[in-house]
T-cell receptor
Framework: GNSVTQMEGPVTLSEEAFLTINCTYT??????LFWYVQYPGEGLQLLLK?????DKGSNKGFEATYRKETTSFHLEKGSVQVSDSAVYFC?????????????FGKGTLLTVNP | GAGVSQTPSNKVTEKGKYVELRCDPI?????LYWYRQSLGQGPEFLIY????????DSGLPNDRFFAVRPEGSVSTLKIQRTERGDSAVYLC?????????????????FGPGTRLTVL
C-alpha cells in the first residue's frame, strides 16, 4: 500500500536559517503529493501540492519538487521566520479510484527561535 | 466563510462508554472525510462520504466505529464500548466533489479536531 516517510523531528532553527524537511514515499501509479502545516491550536492547512513528476509546489516562501526518480518531495525554505513554527506533514493521495484518500507521514515539529 | 467545525473540542470518557463526535463541513462541500491522529503519528483515513452515503469505510478499525451523514451535511462519528486505545484526535475534513471539480483532486479543508481521551 501507500506510505510516506518524513524526517523525524523536532527541528530547531534560528530565524533566517535554511530549512529542509525530507519526505519520501511509496505508491503505485502516479500519486499527488502534498505538504500540510498545523500551527499551534489550529487545524491542518494545505501548504503546497504537486500533482505530477517534476512539478514544483510553492507557497509562503516554501517549495517542494515532485521527484519521481527518487520518490521524494522535500520541503525547503530559504529563510525561516518565528511564525513558521508548526508541525509539517508530508502526504500523498493515490491515483485512480481512491484519489480522495490522504496518506500522511508522522509529522515534523519545527521550532524557529528569534 | 466559516470553515469546518467539530464538537466537542475535547471529550473525556470512561472505558466501555459510547461517544458521538460531530462535524459541520463547509457549506456546499459534498465530500466529507474522517481521520484519526494518534499521539506522535500522522492522520489516518477512516471513512469518506459522498453526499449521504459512505463511499469508502475501509479505514474504520472495527465494528465499534460507525459514522452517519443523514442529510448530506453534518456527520457524526459514533464509537461504542470505547477502549483506551481509541484515545486520539479525530479530524474531519470536507471538500468539493472531485467530479464537480472536473476530475481534479479537490483540496480537503480540515477542522480543528476532537481530542478523545478514554480513561
Amino acid at each position: 500500500g501507500n506510505s510516506v516517510t518524513q524526517m523525524e523531528g523536532p527541528v530547531t532553527l534560528s530565524e533566517e536559517a535554511f530549512l529542509t524537511i525530507n519526505c519520501t514515499y511509496t505508491a503505485t501509479g502516479y500519486p499527488s503529493l502534498f505538504w500540510y502545516v498545523q500551527y499551534p491550536g489550529e487545524g491542518l492547512q494545505l501548504l503546497l501540492k504537486a500533482t505530477k513528476a517534476d512539478d514544483k509546489g510553492s507557497n509562503k516562501g516554501f517549495e517542494a519538487t515532485y521527484r519521481k526518480e527518487t520518490t521524494s518531495f522535500h520541503l525547503e525554505k530559504g529563510s525561516v521566520q518565528v511564525s513558521d513554527s508548526a508541525v509539517y506533514f508530508c502526504a500523498l493521495s493515490g491515483s485512480g479510484g481512491s484519489n480522495y484518500k490522504l496518506t500522511f507521514g508522522k509529522g515534523t515539529l519545527l521550532t524557529v527561535n528569534p | 466563510g466559516a470553515g469546518v467545525s467539530q464538537t466537542p473540542s475535547n471529550k473525556v470518557t470512561e472505558k466501555g462508554k459510547y461517544v458521538e463526535l460531530r462535524c459541520d463541513p463547509i457549506s456546499g462541500h459534498t465530500a466529507l472525510y474522517w481521520y484519526r491522529q494518534s499521539l506522535g503519528q500522522g492522520p489516518e483515513f477512516l471513512i469518506y462520504f459522498q453526499g449521504t452515503g459512505a463511499a469508502d469505510d475501509s479505514g474504520l478499525p472495527n465494528d465499534r466505529f460507525f459514522a452517519v451523514r443523514p442529510e448530506g451535511s453534518v456527520s457524526t462519528l459514533k464509537i461504542q464500548r470505547t477502549e483506551r486505545g481509541d484515545s486520539a484526535v479525530y479530524l474531519c475534513a470536507s471538500s468539493l466533489s472531485p467530479r464537480l471539480a472536473g476530475g481534479l483532486k479537490s483540496e480537503q479543508f480540515f477542522g480543528p479536531g476532537t481530542r478523545l481521551t478514554v480513561l
